[in-house]
T-cell receptor, first 117, second 117 residues
């Protein structure tokens, strides 16, 4: 069964801490994405990657960076966490070939709920 | 302007009844795709249904159908014979343009559906 796994379901961090959110997919997908989800705002794109070591800014990249050293892994980094980064973070992936590639369907992980105190 | 608009923050329906969740979209690209995802309280995003802009017929998947009205730029989700397990947040999303490397989806703000017995 296809799977996107996010390393932590729940995290609590302090303001100013460096935070790593890890995402691994076992579907050999080329594309990976990080979204944040906030009540009343829906999902907003932070960063995405279409290949190893490639990254592109989404709509709200400020305060975040990403790393993709291997095809299956896409990490979201908060260099200095702030309270306004308290949110649900969703990782997704999509293939470069096949039916899902033609439609653009995203496959999501279960989400990481981050609280910054 | 919002690309995806879901005007119903919350909807309530009784078991076995049908319910329509509204979605309007805004794009000038002739090629696009429309998606509906379900997010239960556990957090994972579940793909429900897809409609391509060039598809002549409305998409259907089991109890889900997408009422695609291209001229009105609407893509409403119809759930027939609601079940208690349908209680969740529902997101409408759009792929703008052809699907290619790194194509992300644009999401609406979501509609919370509550099904009662």
């Amino acid at each position: 069964d296809v799977k996107v796994t996010q390393s932590s379901r729940y995290l609590v961090k302090r303001t100013g801490e460096k935070v790593f959110l890890e995402c691994v997919q076992d579907m050999d997908h080329e594309n990976m994405f990080w979204y944040r989800q906030d009540p009343g705002l829906g999902l907003r794109l932070i960063y995405f990657s279409y290949d190893v070591k490639m990254k592109e800014k989404g709509d709200i990249p400020e305060g975040y960076s990403v790393s993709r050293e291997k095809k299956e892994r896409f990490s979201l980094i908060l260099e200095s966490a702030s309270t306004n980064q308290t949110s649900m973070y969703l990782c997704a992936s999509s293939p470069g070939q096949g039916k899902a590639a033609n439609t653009g369907e995203l496959f999501f992980g279960e989400g990481s709920r981050l609280t910054v105190l | 302007a919002q690309k995806i608009t879901q005007t119903q923050p919350g909807m309530f329906v009784q078991e076995k009844e049908a319910v329509t969740l509204d979605c309007t979209y805004d794009t000038s690209d002739p090629s696009y795709g429309l998606f509906w995802y379900k997010q239960p309280s556990s957090g994972e995003m579940i793909f429900l249904i897809y409609q391509g802009s060039y598809d002549q017929q409305n998409a259907t998947e089991g109890r889900y159908s997408l009422n695609f009205q291209k001229a009105r730029k609407s893509a409403n989700l119809v759930i027939s014979a609601s079940q208690l397990g349908d209680s969740a947040m529902y997101f409408c999303a759009m792929r703008e343009g052809e699907s290619q490397a790194g194509t992300a989806l644009i999401f609406g703000k979501g509609t919370t559906l509550s099904v009662s017995s």
